[in-house]
């Protein structure tokens, strides 16, 4: 194939393990130097990468199909990966099927969390930079704006990003349910363990009012409290004070329950009309389970939060073919649109490169 | 055959609007749960203004507030719930409110549409041609009309709550509002129900003191004893003493006790005195 043409060439989660992918992965500074390897490319159009922990993948707008194979290569040296590896884990797409994968990339439908909507944001920064630079033109200027159009589409067209999927943030959706905006909520942290961290950073990050920490080894729990902008408490009070809290996130390792009924009794009678809301993520369990059977209490453990995330993996994935088809419908859509100027409208493909070209209406 | 441009004819378009709310949130619900917020209102708007033309025409037919009937009365419990749904609906975060007010309007205006007999008849001159009786009586229902949207996000909180601690959160539960901004409502709104109720009895009280001879004893009875329910209620809750599922229970035991106190109010209208003419036809 000697001719014009749109690709993407790349590596991505789907077949790159976790320590190809670091290799590969670039931070800011190396995607800046490889942007001005790419841009001395002959006959390399337009171009934008994306790279995040999952994925890095260069789309371009090509006179020719050795461009793919010089690209290929100015990446490849660049981070000091041998070619012939990169060839085992490499993505190479062309025309319709380059421009319907970054439709399904920017829906999050090629995501490893399928349809999360992190990539959204993204794709959208590295096309950004990309047109700062002056290395966009009028056919991935469409292509991105249309897949930005799309994703959004899909999203409110069909329920992959419905749910939340991680424990973590499952939990916090489950506090949504019970007090609305979390602005107001205290949240306990019992213990200072790696899932009960991530559940207060998911937490905060959902604007939770105040978070206090407390654990068995008090200086691992100020640590916490300092990395998480919370305070400290001293793990002996936890209980005689449980009525001040509103979320209880018990993640310790004690071989016992550390928050009895009776203890939940004497905080629902200092706060009858404030629901309590208690995720007990540990193992064996922080929180006695006969606090479900009270009143203005919902506890949830480990195996429900987990389901919960399963159940709503389960409802998106089985959105897929829905989205997809949306997806694909957009995709050949748009290559209709877009093959022709690419072989022969003038100041495209005819080899006159327009950086920094104006996005087509 | 029915004349569209009737009270009655509009009150038919409008119930199919309500119907509207109800097959629309249904048919979302059913697929994959997607909402559709803007519909529901536009739909309940609609209707909305639909009632109204039909309510204010029938009460220029009958040179009054349309309560004459059971009809009427029906009517006007729907319109005000609906009413009290456009005001304060658009702040909760769903349209599940809307669609659950929907369905009621929908019922209340259907059955009354549909029984021929509580609109044949109607008590002529039935305030007695005094504005305040009237003021009254309206009033009154207002209040049921509130009462009616706190049985709804009390059935409201009940799903949550239910569907909170039986694990169960997905599908159209997850479109529900929270449990703290449902009882919140709740609260105000009983505020408000009782309020209005007050307000009512107050305007009400005033008549029947200066007219002890018209003044109806079991009307009277069973509207008091709605009002005290209602202000014990309230006061438990305050109190902190009846709360979340008990308190929605007994919400709803109030907008109970309110749909029957229509029975007896509306029959005592009936009874052969001879001031029948200035009757209050409502609590």
């Keep these: 194939m000697s001719q014009p043409n749109v690709f993407v060439i790349g590596a991505t989660h789907h077949v790159a393990p976790i320590a190809v992918r670091e290799k590969l992965t670039l931070n800011a500074e190396q995607s800046a130097a490889l942007q001005q390897d790419l841009a001395g490319i002959t006959g390399l159009k337009e171009f934008t990468v994306i790279s995040t922990c999952n994925r890095i993948e260069i789309y371009g707008v090509a006179a020719s199909s050795e461009v793919a194979a010089a690209v290929q290569a100015a990446f490849c040296q660049r981070q000091r990966f041998a070619a012939a590896e990169f060839e085992q884990f490499r993505l190479v797409l062309r025309d319709q099927s380059a421009v319907g994968h970054l439709l399904e990339v920017a829906a999050g439908l090629d995501s490893q969390m399928l349809g999360e909507t992190e990539i959204f944001g993204q794709v959208k920064g590295a096309y950004a930079a990309a047109q700062e630079r002056g290395v966009t033109g009028p056919v991935l200027n469409r292509i991105f704006q249309k897949a930005f ?3 959004k589409l899909a999203r409110s067209q069909t329920g992959i990003t419905e749910g939340q999927v991680s424990v973590a943030n499952v939990a916090v959706e489950l506090a949504a349910n019970i007090f609305g905006d979390l602005e107001k909520t205290r949240v306990l942290l019992l213990g200072a363990g790696d899932i009960g961290e991530k559940t207060a950073k998911a937490f905060r990050s959902r604007g939770a009012g105040s978070l206090v920490v407390t654990s068995r080894r008090m200086e691992r729990a100020m640590e916490l409290a300092s990395e998480l902008g919370a305070t400290a408490l001293p793990f002996g009070q936890h209980e005689s004070r449980l009525a001040e809290f509103d979320i209880v996130v018990g993640s310790t390792s004690a071989p016992d329950t550390v928050v009895s009924a009776a203890a939940t009794t004497a905080a629902m009678r200092q706060r009858p009309a404030r629901p309590l809301f208690f995720i007990d993520l540990a193992l064996p369990r922080d929180i006695d389970p006969k606090v479900a059977a009270l009143e203005n209490v919902f506890l949830y453990n480990l195996d429900d939060l987990a389901r919960i995330a399963s159940e709503n993996l389960a409802a998106r994935t089985a959105e897929i073919a829905k989205c997809r088809a949306l997806l694909g419908g957009r995709a050949e859509a748009l290559w209709r649109h877009i093959e022709p100027k690419l072989n022969g409208a003038p100041g495209s493909a005819s080899g006159v490169y327009e950086p920094g070209g104006q996005p087509s209406p | 055959m029915l004349d569209f441009l009737s009270a009655r004819g509009w009150l038919w378009s409008a119930a199919f609007f309500y119907l509207a709310v109800f097959t629309a949130g249904t048919v979302g619900l059913l697929r994959h749960g997607r909402r559709a917020s803007n519909l529901t209102y536009a739909l309940m708007v609609i209707g909305y203004a639909l009632q109204l ?67 044949a008849t109607r008590s002529s001159k039935l305030f007695g041609g005094n504005p305040w009786i009237e003021f009254h009586a309206a009033l009154a229902l207002f209040s049921y009309g509130v009462f009616a949207l706190l049985a709804l996000t009390s059935v409201m909180f009940l799903f949550r709550n239910y569907s909170l601690k039986v694990k169960r959160v997905g599908g159209w539960f997850s479109f529900l509002p929270s449990i703290l901004e449902l009882e919140v409502i709740g609260l105000r709104l009983l505020v408000a129900a009782v309020a209005i109720l007050t307000a009512s009895l107050a305007v009400g009280s005033v008549w029947w003191l200066r007219d002890t001879a018209t003044a109806d004893v079991g009307k009277i009875l069973v509207t008091v004893a709605v009002w005290a329910a209602a202000l014990l209620v309230l006061g438990l809750r305050l109190a902190s003493l009846l709360l979340a599922r008990r308190f929605a229970w007994a919400c709803l035991a109030l907008f109970g006790a309110a749909l029957l106190s229509l029975g007896p109010v509306d029959s005592s209208r009936h009874q052969p005195t001879p001031k029948v003419a200035t009757t209050v036809p409502v609590p």
């Design chain 2, 53 to 119: 033309a039909g309510l204010s025409l029938r009460g220029k037919e009958v040179g009054g507030c349309p309560l004459g009937n059971q009809f009427e009365i029906f009517q006007f419990t729907a319109w005000s719930a609906t009413t009290l749904y456009l005001m304060v609906g658009v702040t909760f975060r769903s349209s599940m409110l809307g669609y659950f007010t929907g369905c009621l309007a929908a019922v209340l205006s259907l059955i009354s549409l549909a029984v021929p007999a509580w609109d």
């Design chain 1, 149 to 151: 159009q799309s994703a």
